[in-house]
């Protein structure tokens, strides 16, 4: 059984960094794609980035040079280091694995495990 679990959200200002950590237990992400999507109240849930097993790195339009993903496969710990954060970015933001080991698209229905999400909320 795949379980995630991500930690790091908080309350931060308009430019400020934050970094999300989603630890992952029941998959090695060694071997395995890992996405983070996020949903913001009253929105449909938004892919931001995924990794892939051999650490390429894919990002939404919207997030494309701010925010970074990234892992630590001895940790089976993917990482997002989000910078010039705005009031848009804030949202509940999730890690997902997909049930691809390959896959690193968009398509949340193509992830079939998902972390309880952290909050994250930019304010100006």
């Known amino acids: 059984q795949v379980q995630l679990a991500e930690s790091g959200g908080g309350l931060v200002q308009v430019g400020d960094s934050l970094r999300l950590s989603c630890a992952a237990s029941?998959?090695?992400?060694?071997?395995?794609?890992m996405g983070w999507f996020r949903q913001a109240p009253g929105k449909e849930r938004e892919f931001v980035a995924a990794?892939?097993?051999?650490?390429?790195?894919y990002y939404s339009a919207s997030v494309k040079g701010r925010f970074t993903i990234s892992k630590d496969n001895a940790a089976n710990v993917v990482y997002l280091e989000m910078s010039s954060l705005k009031p848009d970015d804030s949202a509940v933001y999730f890690c997902?694995?997909?049930?691809?080991?390959?896959?690193?698209?968009?398509?949340?229905?193509?992830?079939?495990?998902w972390g309880p999400g952290t909050q994250v909320t930019v304010s100006s």
């Open positions: 997902a694995a997909p049930s691809s080991y390959y896959y690193t698209g968009p398509s949340a229905a193509r992830y079939m495990f």
């Open positions: 029941g998959r090695s992400i060694s071997t395995s794609a």
């Open positions: 990794i892939s097993a051999n650490s390429d790195p």
